[in-house]
């Protein structure tokens, strides 16, 4: 177990804001599987201390990185104009929300199965593509399993993935799987493009549009700057910003976005 005091981090707004779906709530605090490892996170005894399950070593290794530590967040949230009084409401509420560094390869197949879906029916997706295709994390807890490698979904087929809840999605997972497996799209080669080659890129899988890939730029490759729309997002721009969202905000983009985000499906009200 490693005790740690940190400022401006908050698992439960991270684990509700829409960009990681299997990081959950749980009776002692919050769970997670990333990276081939498995987390929890339980409250100290302070609101800045925290209990994770691993060795100071581990986290100073994986899980710092992950969780963004390193940034400072209230540069972010100092953009704010003084008269977007909803934008400062939405930095104050999401304060301790943190852009995670996930794995792009997860980041695509999680965000191509999440189009016209809910939080909750895309996080029983995942769980259930990870359970039928994933390797298991630890022999001893077989419902702990790893996100599939592209060549375990290109085996299990487009007919295996449909029966994970997929639905016409399966045929897209797919196609993103053959494509990764073959080396024709090399993820690891994108993080070195410019976002717009990056975005251009990962348009290239079928079923991939401009949201999708503006997902997976922000939050698989950490390009701070890409801004995702989805509904809640549209609803947002229309009623608070119809001039178009501020060009002081482009280089932050998508971390105020995810403030916007977690505040009006969260907060507001």
């Known amino acids: 177990m490693y005790n740690a005091l940190l400022s401006d981090f908050s698992p439960a707004a991270i684990a509700a804001s829409g960009q990681c779906f299997r990081m959950r709530e749980t009776a002692a ?25 691993c060795t100071r070593a581990e986290f100073d290794a994986f899980w710092r ?23 400062q409401a939405a930095c104050r509420y ?31 997706a995942v769980e259930e593509l990870c359970r039928a295709c994933g390797a298991p994390l630890d022999p001893g807890q077989a419902e702990r399993r790893a996100f599939p ?25 797919y196609d993103a799987a053959c494509r990764v497996h073959s080396g024709e ?19 290239e899988v079928r079923g991939v549009g401009i949201k999708v890939a503006q997902c997976v730029a922000l939050f698989g490759y950490h390009r701070l700057e890409a801004l ?28 105020l976005q995810q403030y916007l985000f977690y505040y009006a499906r ?3 009200g």
């Open 29 to 53: 605090g919050w769970s997670l599987i990333a990276g081939g490892r498995y987390l929890e996170i339980r409250p100290g005894d302070t609101p800045d201390a925290f209990v994770f399950s």
């Open 149 to 173: 490698t592209p060549a375990a979904l290109v085996c299990a087929g487009p007919d295996r993935l449909a029966e994970c809840g997929l639905g016409y999605r399966a045929g897209y997972v």
């Open 228 to 255: 995702p729309v989805d509904v809640w997002v549209d609803r947002i721009l229309k009623q608070h910003y119809p001039g178009g969202f501020p060009r002081r905000y482009a280089p932050c983009a998508g971390v």
């Open 65 to 87: 990185a992950y969780f963004d530590l390193d940034t400072d967040y209230a540069p972010f949230r100092a953009r704010c104009l003084k008269r977007d009084v909803y934008l």
């Open 185 to 203: 799209l090399d993820l690891a080669a994108l993080a070195d493009r410019p976002t717009d080659q990056l975005r251009e890129a990962l348009m």
């Open 94 to 124: 999401g304060a301790g929300l943190r852009i995670l560094r996930q794995d792009p390869w997860e980041m695509l197949v999680s965000f191509i199965i999440s189009q016209r879906k809910s939080i909750p029916a895309i996080r029983r």
């Open 266 to 268: 969260c907060g507001e």
